[in-house]
């Protein structure tokens, strides 16, 4: 088994970045902390020091815990001077040591879904790849989750010394455990503490080197891993750093005020407590037995009792798995007793592609003449701008407007992580004309005309989007979701107005009452009425049906006249429901509208044996009746995630992102693969029973990827003229999750692009049109994981 070092310290990094100090005291508390990086990472670790290491298993255990932070913080107010709290390096140090265990703390009990909580980040992991074997995804997620960390982020904050000041800590655990719930429990020893220390730290360089190998090993086992670690509303790294964040406010004010113990003793939430009836932990995180120390260096300070502990400076292997970055392969399927395309495929020119699909290597954004273009970015790395883009004209000029969602966006004057959308007027103009190898990069601020602002902290404005013309006055409105908070999620409809462009305050709210929760989470336009209007379409994958997590249903709210009273949109107008009725389907992830049939996918749907196959259901436009399905047919492969079709409704685009490819005798681990299918032969009419159909129904081709963990067709987006038609393709996190796109134009070849600029920033996380002539394509974590 493996520490976890990394990821306990990229929560603490995150979390400090989110936190904005109201005051002076705030500030200096955070500048400590930023100041003691050898402290405050070796804090980010210590509760779990003693975890099967010479038996203090329950004083690592204990160290989790509110009373344990609230011992140290009175500890310190008592054995040193307040006006050294800021000032002297070895208080800073010990203080910010102790934000860092409480860091630490309040992770786990989201991460575990311990006290009470349910579907958190380990649970759910069990419940979609483990076959609901808890035990078996807490190793994978403890385990996998350093690795998957370190593959996708560079991480060159981390420090080559760790200091632990073990007299204190020693003094702390004799005073805990002198009070009457914990009276009894051994003090542990400094030269434990030392060496369990030293054995974690040395263990994390094992880590680094050995991490380039274990990614896959853990990483294959598990898409919700590889997909969710940041961003799981539920103990995902993102959701976990908020909670952290939150935290600060308080424990500053015990450091200034003192710490009162209560029982049971809690802080900052109503779930982080303890209970010390338990006498063994259910979120150990051991480390391999018995690591060799020779390479690293310990110095003991007799006078203020820290440790410090040095390693080598080793530059980061590269992943030799990288090597099996290749280029996606198309294959052609040849119909079997099914009648003609309706639409001629250029089969020949596939078949060529297919056997060099690339005959130059990707283009770069950073090295060519063929094609402008310009970098809408925050300065802030945890923003993630670009998580939704969708285009509309929203001021009636007739031309291409932009809104770009940036959901973990902070709010300058509440100093809270509500999430932002920036609107950008005639988005297309403001592209330079092309001038060889020239970019541009822009504060996205600087160029947005309106900033929408979430009311809602860790709500997630912008999570979803989409252009829709609901109140029908010929002028398009943005609907935008706030899918998580205290009250469920909600849905806010900004007006377009002519000249004016969109409302600056919402002329609609969409919300459920409190009993029910509105996680929408998927946003769709479809005229499900055929009034010649487009009606809301809400996916909300995360709704639990019946007691049941994660079932998914589709709302419906039809769009009104103009002239008409602004419905309450207290209900939906239509529900549709999941057939299954089964956890952890997500049906609702994608929505798709083609002629008079609505497809929903429900990417997470399993077959016994198999987890998460997916499943595509078709339903009748006018009578919501069940027509037929087409189910996926591999473990993990998910298949309708995502449903795109071409302008003429002739061709539909379902991808798996995470089912594994073959070529041969070489397999790629959630590699990804789209398929590409003629409507009028997929489509399937029985009046008496509902028929799953054959996959390959209708199927004319598909386009496979060749890397590991590539995701192929995580984003698609469709394009099409009289002269040309065809489908971008998102591939984010191959070539190291840098990310790479490809433009498939049907009647031509396969070109692909990339960003060389943008390390780890996984380019293709999404693609939106942006008129005729241009393309608007996010790296969701550009600047976040190149520092």
Known sequence: MWNVTAVHNEITFRSLENFIPKNTIQHAYKNDILDSPSFAQAGSFFPDWGYNCLGNNQQSEDAHWPSFIKEAVNYIRDTYPVEQFHTSQHVKGLISFVFAIMSHGVADVKWHSLNGLSDYFISAMANVDFHENYQEAHTAADAGAEFTLRHSNKLSYLNETWQVPIRDLVEIYRRLYATKPYFGRRVPLQSHIQYCMAAAFAASKVDIEFGQFMFGYYGSKSPFLTEEMYDYHKGGVEDLSGSVSDCYTELIQAFENGAT???????????????????????????????????????????????????????????????????????????????????????????????????????????????????????????????????????????????????????????????????????????????????????????????????????????????????????????????????????????????????????????????????????????????????????????????????????????????????????????????????????????????????????????????????????????????????????????????????????????????????????????GTVRVYDWNRMQFHSEVDVTDVDLERGMMSMIKGRTNAGHLGQSLSVFGDNDDNGIWIGEPMSEQENGRVYRWSFDHTIECINNNRAVLARFGSQIGPLGTDAICITSQRYGQNAR
């Open 261 to 671: 113990h209560t029982w049971p003793d809690a802080l900052c939430s109503d779930y982080f407590y303890a209970d010390t009836t338990s006498q063994s932990s259910s979120c150990s995180h051991p480390y391999p037995a018995s690591p060799s120390l020779d390479s690293i260096h310990q110095q003991y300070d007799p006078v203020t009792g820290v440790l410090t502990i040095t390693g080598p400076s080793k530059e980061k292997a590269d992943d030799s798995q990288e090597q099996d970055s290749l280029s996606p392969e198309v294959v052609v399927v040849t119909p079997h007793n099914q009648e003609k395309p309706t639409r001629q495929m250029p089969f020949g020119q596939l078949y060529s592609a297919a056997s060099n699909p690339f005959i130059k290597k990707c283009l770069s954004l950073a090295h060519q003449d063929d094609f402008s273009s310009m970098t809408l970015t925050l300065p802030m790395t945890s923003s993630r701008v670009g998580h939704q883009v969708v285009s509309g004209d929203f001021n009636g000029n007739r031309r291409t407007d932009i809104a770009i969602s940036a959901p973990y966006h902070l709010d300058d004057k509440t100093h809270q992580q509500t999430g932002a959308v920036f609107i950008l007027d005639s988005a297309a103009n403001m592209i330079p004309n092309k001038q060889p190898d020239t970019h541009f990069n822009y504060d996205i601020r600087n160029l947005s005309q309106i900033a929408l602002q979430g009311t809602v902290h860790h709500g997630r404005f912008g999570w979803s989007m989409v252009a829709i013309d609901m109140n029908q006055d010929g002028i398009d409105d943005l609907a935008v979701s706030t899918p998580f908070g205290d009250q469920g999620g909600k849905i806010d409809v900004f007006f377009g107005q002519a000249h004016l462009g969109l409302s600056k305050q919402p002329m609609i709210r969409i919300g459920f009452p409190s009993y029910q929760s509105l996680p929408g989470t998927i946003f769709a336009a479809v005229d499900i009425n055929s009034d010649g209007y487009d009606d809301l379409a809400v996916g909300c994958p995360l709704c639990s049906i019946q007691g049941y997590p994660q079932v998914g249903v589709v709302h419906i709210f039809n769009s009104f006249c103009e002239h008409c009273e602004i419905p309450t949109f207290s209900q939906p107008d239509i529900s549709i429901q999941n057939p299954s009725k089964s956890a952890y389907d997500r049906f609702g992830e994608s929505i798709l509208l083609i002629k008079d049939t609505l497809l929903i996918g429900a990417p997470g749907y399993s077959i016994e044996g198999k987890q998460r196959v997916g499943r595509v259901y078709a339903f009748d436009r006018m009578t919501e009746k069940l027509r037929w399905t087409m189910t996926g047919t591999k473990e993990f492969q998910q298949f309708g995630r995502v449903l795109v079709a071409d302008n003429n409704n002739d061709i539909v685009a379902i991808s798996s992102p995470s089912e594994e490819t073959t070529f041969g005798l070489k397999s790629y681990w959630q590699a």
